[in-house]
């Protein structure tokens, strides 16, 4: 209808009829104000309507699971569709275990820390329940199959405009494969730690910042160190490395920041004594960040006495043989010169005993006769050379200084190397038989090499007497080699040192070698004096 000042307005009308003489009474209602409401409730219900399809559809699309409490006692429960694919439920079903009987799920329970929860005990109910958000829930979703999921998430409560709690809503993420990736990472600590803990080999753990971070018994007993003493002096992989050695680890140490690890390697440590064990050693990163590795520490000493051991005994078969060679080729030696030499002036002998016999005057007998002189001279020097080569008699009845004196002279005759004898310490004092004539084959069998393969104008025997060791130095001014590995050759070529090393350890001493390319060589060995009995 029309208002008076001409607006329009919705009204109502109403009226009624009343008895006797004919009335009609109508009311006008405006309700314009109130269509206004239900048309902005409709909008508002439509727009409500299409946020909750939105939500909806988010909650659908988003990876993590949702579950929302539509009343305070949570017995109805709607999920986004993550939570139903992972409780294996329909969906659109109720998934409150807070639901009547008959609605609620029974396929699965949520367990905590191995106790099944209620479902008063459950996050969203408990948000729910006391009002109060619930944070960082961890739970087990256990399965009647056997099998199980693990989640993580928070509940909050819903409240209306009056602070009321209507609701509850939670939101979960699947940990599964990393709380399974977590407990393989204890089992194989455990296993590791099992493995530290068994001593079967050294093992340490290191990081750029702290050298020794953690090291097992076997370790600290290789080194001679207690704990204690180990973590007081504040090591690290240098300090105990000899600086021959510290460019080798520095190399692993880059190999292994690149790629996770390095090959293993013979090294030496010095123990706390000042010895040196010699070690297997190998590592690889545990962790990137922090960057943290653990090496591994082999004892290699046994290992190094069986080699030395069988190298040793190698080495003395080998030397038997070239020894027994020898001796067959001196023996050949003497049959040539006692055939070309000495045999030959026996003819001269018997000869020129035919011209005496002959001789038809005593001038000319005579004059033979002196010509049989110089002949059996230097037959007798030849002999007495010959005997001297296999055992020098002078060894015996004058002693070692002697004996050194006239080998000298006659290798310089032999030769032509000029050879410097120098004897101090010893005095008129006599060594022991073994000492003298071990002395004197060393000294031998070193001119020897000398004349074979230095290539030498001059050599010099120095042996000194001094406190309790005796020192005998060979030098000479030859062509020299590279000394490394010499001693741990086998090879003919170098059995003689071998020989020289045999004889000074069989007396209780040791041999080293001095050498260079160009620079000549000097061998000394050192041994406990031992003087003959008055």
Request: contains cysteine; glycine residues 8%.
């Amino acid at each position: 209808m029309e208002v008076f000042d001409g607006r329009k307005q919705k009204v109502e009308s109403f009226s009624t009829v009343r008895a006797g003489p004919a009335r009609m009474i109508g009311i006008d209602i405006d309700i314009t104000e109130r269509k206004k409401v239900e048309e902005e409730l409709l909008r508002s219900q439509g727009e409500a309507k299409a946020r909750a399809d939105d939500l909806a559809a988010i909650l659908d699309a988003v990876p993590a699971m949702t579950f929302i409490a539509h009343d305070p006692s949570c017995q109805t429960m709607t999920s986004s569709r993550a939570a139903y694919e992972l409780l294996r439920t329909p969906y659109g079903a109720n998934t409150s275990k807070s639901a009547p009987e008959g609605e609620q799920p029974t396929h699965f329970r949520v367990v905590r820390e191995g106790q099944e929860l209620s479902a008063a005990q459950l996050p969203v109910q408990t948000a729910a329940r006391t009002g109060q958000a619930v944070r960082d829930a961890e739970l087990r979703v256990e399965f009647n199959d056997g099998t199980w999921r693990d989640i993580y998430g928070h509940a909050v409560p819903l409240t209306d405009e009056y602070g009321r709690v209507r609701g509850a809503v939670g939101a979960f993420v699947d940990i599964t494969a990393r709380k399974r990736a977590e407990e393989e990472v204890k089992k194989s600590e455990a296993r590791f730690r099992r493995f530290v803990d068994a001593n079967l080999i050294g093992l340490f753990s290191s990081s750029p910042e702290h050298s020794f971070m953690r090291a097992n018994d076997v370790f600290l007993n290789m080194l001679g160190y207690t704990r204690k003493e180990f973590y007081a002096r504040n090591f690290d992989w240098r300090s105990i490395t000899p600086s021959e050695h510290l460019a080798r680890g520095e190399k692993a140490l880059e190999e292994l920041k690149a790629t996770g690890t390095f090959a293993p390697f013979e090294n030496e440590y010095v123990r706390k004594d000042g010895t040196r064990i010699p070690i297997l050693i190998g590592a690889a990163v545990m962790t990137q960040s922090p960057l943290e590795w653990m090496c591994f520490v082999l004892d290699l000493t046994e290992r190094k006495r069986m080699d030395e051991l069988k190298t040793r005994e190698r080495i003395q078969q080998e030397l038997l043989v070239h020894e027994i060679l020898a001796r067959e080729e001196e023996r050949r030696q003497i049959a040539r010169e006692l055939h070309d030499e000495s045999g030959q002036m026996m003819a001269l002998l018997l000869a020129g005993l035919r011209l005496i016999d002959d001789a038809r005057n005593l001038k000319d007998a005579k004059s033979q006769a002196q010509n049989l002189r110089k002949i059996a001279s230097s037959a007798i020097y030849e002999l007495g050379r010959l005997s001297r080569g296999l055992h020098p008699l002078a060894l015996d009845d004058h002693g070692l200084q002697v004996a050194l004196r006239y080998y000298a002279q006659e290798y310089e005759k032999i030769h032509k190397i000029k050879v410097k004898l120098r004897i101090t310490g010893l005095g008129g004092k006599r060594l022991s038989t073994d000492i003298e004539a071990g002395i004197y084959r060393i000294a031998q069998e070193a001119l020897t090499n000398i004349s074979k393969h230095a290539q030498a104008t001059t050599a010099e025997i120095h042996l000194t007497a001094e406190d309790e060791f005796l020192d005998l130095n060979i030098s000479d001014d030859g062509r020299g080699f590279d000394p490394k590995g010499v001693i741990s050759d086998a090879t003919s070529r170098h059995l003689g040192l071998q020989g020289m090393r045999e004889r000074g350890s069989m007396l209780g001493g040791t041999l080293s070698v001095q050498s260079r390319r160009g620079g000549g060589t000097i061998k000394t060995l050192r041994i406990p004096i031992k003087f003959a009995k008055p």
